[in-house]
């Protein structure tokens, strides 16, 4: 792929949204189902926002879910009636998704195709890849929306790597991956300190 490539595309499939509201089957269909780990890549964006439009991380996060479960079995995707016919506020959707755009600008300038490309150049290592985009999706659906970073974290580790597999760099293949493990501490301290917490007004009542 061609540097900006990327983001010069999914500029284009922004401005091309309907003007009132657009649905996750309308931006599937505009990207096609061949481009499976650009449709994930283009999902994070609205979540690369401290706090994200409420709501919505279930639906984009179970189909980022079933983009990897797909690319995992080799199957074409297929989307539940209910996530296809989602619709959001085409405005919003497009604010915060150019707001996303900026942060996918400044990764892909300095994505270095074939970078440690033994980390890119086996079918298991793909496998492995395909695996951590699973996890990742599985990670943003966690209902902690509300909870600033929570959907951050686990997007942009799915960003990562998508855009590792996109662009065959193995090293933001390592920070996606390291980025979910970053993500299940972070969640796993929020657990943590909400069960201290209860624990705690229960004792003293």
């Known amino acids: 792929m061609q540097r900006d490539s990327l983001v010069k595309k999914l500029e284009t499939l922004i401005q091309g949204f309907p003007p009132e509201k657009v649905t996750l089957g309308e931006i599937r269909d505009h990207i096609g189902q061949e481009g499976l780990l650009l449709f994930a890549a283009f999902l994070t964006l609205i979540f690369l926002v401290p706090v994200s439009i409420p709501g919505i991380s279930t639906v984009f996060g179970g189909a980022i879910l079933l983009v990897g479960i797909s690319r995992v079995l080799n199957r074409t995707l297929w989307l539940p009636q209910r996530f296809q016919e989602r619709a959001i506020p085409t405005e919003k959707l497009r604010l915060s ?3 996303g755009l900026v942060w996918l600008h400044r990764l892909e300038r300095i994505s270095r195709p074939h970078r440690l490309s033994s980390l890119t150049g086996n079918r298991f290592l793909h ?10 999706a599985v990670l943003l659906m966690f209902p902690f929306g509300f909870v600033p970073f929570s959907n951050s974290l686990p997007s942009l580790a799915l960003l990562l790597l998508t855009m590792g597999l996109l662009q065959q760099d193995g090293l933001y293949l390592l920070l996606g991956h390291g980025a979910t493990v970053a993500t299940i501490i972070y969640f796993a301290s929020l657990i943590t300190g909400g069960g201290a917490t209860i624990h705690t007004i229960l004792t003293q009542m």
């Open 97 to 99: 998704m150019n707001k």
């Open 127 to 136: 496998l492995c890849h395909d695996l951590g985009i699973v996890l990742a």
